[in-house]
């Protein structure tokens, strides 16, 4: 298909596919003349996956070029799902020194006793869970993080659910693109699925 063709059939305006061309998150057409090319179904898909990772997923540009790189590399599925994750989670915001510490036993200790690898400090998904239960001591939240395990566990079946998603694919390419779709659609599904069960269960059980 031409410019035009491959535009429309992806819901993406021309001149952002020749941007996304130009920066290299889209692998250039088949040549066909000097001012012409021709573009196949996989620029189609590669231009929804793009739409899908900054519209739906919130990924910034340079992001979104990380997590193509590591696909365009053939990174394994493990691999790739890493840096999506690295990517979404984002830098992690400041907390005291001293709720840091205290979040970061009572994590280590889940870890520990659920036998979860541990990561480095920079490990950003690390960090920012550090830094969510650091602020709910700040706050007076603790309760919160009694049921960690709790959570831990649901946790757990959600990652056995998205990891069986994509396991019976049949080609890697394809495990690898569905693993991405389900990290960071997942997300977004899995929060509103909880928001609209929490307020079936908080008019259930407060009233109002």
Known sequence: MR?????????V????????LREGLLPPGER??????RYSAAHVQRLRLIKALTEVGGLPLASVGVVLGAIDDHETPHRTMGVVQEE???PPPKVSDEAAEWASERLADLMRRRGWKTHPPEHRAMANLIAALATAKELGQEK????????A????????LDVEVVAGLASLDKIIEAGLVATVLG???FAGLRH???EQVSREVLGG
Do not use: C, H, W
Request: no cysteine.
């Open 187 to 189: 997300d977004r599904i």
């Open 144 to 151: 919160l993080t009694e049921r960690l395990g709790e959570y």
């Open 32 to 37: 066909t003349s000097p001012n012409q090319a």
């Open 3 to 11: 410019m035009a063709e491959l535009s429309a059939e992806s819901g």
């Open 13 to 20: 305006p021309v001149a952002t596919v020749k941007f996304y």
């Open 88 to 90: 979404l989670a984002g």
């Open 196 to 198: 609209l069960a929490q």
């Open 153 to 160: 566990e649901l946790a757990m079946r959600v990652a056995e």
